[in-house]
């Protein structure tokens, strides 16, 4: 994963944010076994900007879903 100089990546194992999570603050070859091709959403965030669990999350954010099903 790529992760620009002052941002950071959170990336959640499930939709809608939700499910495990793990934050990113620089590249990384590997995310580990518990995200890897499991990623379904994350978020990106200034690094001096603070989580929020508001999905108002202004314009110092980009969040991205996995809308697709599989079957």
């Known amino acids: 994963m790529k ?3 002052g941002y950071v990546v959170t990336a959640y194992t499930d939709a809608n944010f939700q499910g495990d999570s793990k934050e990113f603050t ?3 070859p590997y ?4 995200f890897n091709d499991k990623i379904s959403s994350v ?3 200034a690094a001096d900007k603070e989580q ?3 999905t108002e999350y202004g314009d110092d954010w980009f969040y991205f879903e996995d809308t697709s099903t599989s079957g």
């Open 43 to 45: 978020t990106v965030r």
């Open 3 to 5: 992760v620009a100089d």
């Open 31 to 34: 995310v580990g076994d518990g």
């Open 52 to 54: 929020s669990s508001s």
């Open 26 to 28: 620089a590249d990384t």
